[in-house]
């Protein structure tokens, strides 16, 4: 099940001869977008995993947020958590974690790694959660396995139902002439925590939001994933309306759960 969840996964990589004409980084992400996504679900929490998050946590509890980004998936539990153990390979991105977790009044703990390397530096919690993470994880079994042993109650993971990137699959056999994976899924990470024993309840729903508020923005988001120069995002725009692909249909979104052995 992991083999086949690695070799799905490695089809999403980029060809050398593309990526090396790269101008910027076609996988990062930036922080301050996600800071942005992290104030709105401050603004309004809602959604399944923060419920699944929420009633597995006791009074004064502590919640480990692996790939944490700006912290979108924990931060909105301020008012009921103890102790915030955040974990992200991005300084960038704990960095904003942290003022919002000052500002809110939450002690918190981060860990500068990929996890499951960090793994055994990082204390244990009541919940472990990873949101929008194990499309980034060639090695799914190890990375749940240690989520589960540093979750004393619940695991929770959301994540969209197909391949985060799927949506410029169009644009990629338009500008290169590649045809993108179809898989992994959500049903393959389910499958994965199958096999290593756990009993996966989930839950599929619309993603709260639209990935792009505008079509610049969508063009400037897409010329960086497809290793294409700013100055192209016009030509991007032009593709995407002889494509028929505006606006964007929403995302699906799952969130998975299951409880500690
Ligand atoms: C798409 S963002 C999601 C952030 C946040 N969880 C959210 O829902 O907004 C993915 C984050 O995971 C981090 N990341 C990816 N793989 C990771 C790994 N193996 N260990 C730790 N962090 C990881 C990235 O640096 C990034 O901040």
């Known amino acids: 099940m992991d083999e086949r969840w690695r070799a799905d996964l490695a089809q999403w990589g980029i060809p050398d001869a593309i990526a090396a004409r790269a101008p910027a980084d076609p996988w990062g992400h930036s922080p301050a977008r996600f800071a942005e996504r992290t104030d709105r679900a401050l603004a309004e929490p809602e959604g399944p995993t923060l419920a699944r998050i929420a009633e597995a946590l006791p009074a004064g509890g502590s919640v480990l947020d692996v790939g944490a980004g700006t912290g979108a998936a924990s931060l909105p539990l301020a008012g009921s958590m103890g102790e915030l153990i955040a974990v992200d390979s991005s300084a960038g991105m704990l960095a904003e974690l942290r003022s919002r977790a000052d500002a809110l009044g939450v002690p918190v703990r981060t860990v500068e790694g990929r996890w499951p390397d960090v793994a055994a530096e990082t204390p244990a919690a009541d919940v472990a959660v990873a949101a929008h993470v ?128």
């Open 134 to 261: 194990v499309y980034n994880v060639p090695d799914l079994a190890a990375f749940l396995t240690e989520l589960s042993r540093h979750a004393r109650r619940r695991v929770v993971l959301e994540l969209t139902e197909h391949h985060p990137m799927s949506w410029l699959s169009p644009l990629w056999a338009h500008f290169h002439g590649l045809i993108r994976p179809e898989r992994p899924t959500a049903h393959d990470v389910i499958a994965v925590a199958e096999a290593l024993g756990h009993e996966v309840g989930h839950e599929r729903r619309l993603a709260p939001l639209a990935r792009f508020a505008t079509l610049e923005e969508l063009g400037e988001s897409a010329c960086r994933r497809l290793c294409l120069g700013q100055d192209r995002v016009a030509e991007v725009i032009a593709a995407v309306a002889e494509l028929d692909m505006w606006p964007l249909p929403r995302d699906h979104w799952f969130t998975l759960w299951w409880e500690s052995k």
